[in-house]
Nanobody
Framework: QLQASGGGLVQAGGSLRLSCAAS????????IGWFRQAPGKEREGVSCINIRDGSTYYPDSVKGRFTISGDSAKNTVYLQMNSLKPEDTAVYYCAAETSVLPGIPGLCLPFGMDYWGKGTQVTVSS
């Protein structure tokens, strides 16, 4: 089970931190990813992390602005989003990909994820 939280309304240049609480996983060979979907657009990955070894992935659109991290004690993954832009406005989802190999944060693609949480709205005003 995945529970996302932390969305909201922020001005351009501001910051938000999203949280994804994970439960029910019996081993740590999985990755958590954050995806977003804006109206009329396809769902896209914005960051993924291998829970076992911490390897991460960011697309160029968010590299240097977004940081994904995990807290194993709380079974929670965070997405720190800084320098937000209006084009970051979307519904953000966290998802899990199981049986991930060491050293990579999974495929980090929507079709590769096995479990999805409900989305949280992020709105960035100009």
């Amino acid at each position: 089970q995945l529970q996302a939280s932390g969305g909201g309304l922020v001005q351009a240049g501001g910051s938000l931190r999203l949280s994804c609480a994970a439960s029910g996983f019996t081993s740590d060979d999985y990755a958590i990813g954050w995806f977003r979907q804006a109206p009329g657009k396809e769902r896209e990955g914005v960051s993924c992390i291998n829970i076992r070894d911490g390897s991460t992935y960011y697309p160029d659109s968010v590299k240097g602005r977004f940081t994904i991290s995990g807290d194993s004690a709380k079974n929670t993954v965070y997405l720190q989003m800084n320098s937000l832009k209006p084009e970051d406005t979307a519904v953000y989802y966290c998802a899990a990909e199981t049986s991930v190999l060491p050293g990579i944060p999974g495929l980090c693609l929507p079709f590769g994820m096995d479990y999805w949480g409900k989305g949280t709205q992020v709105t960035v005003s100009s």
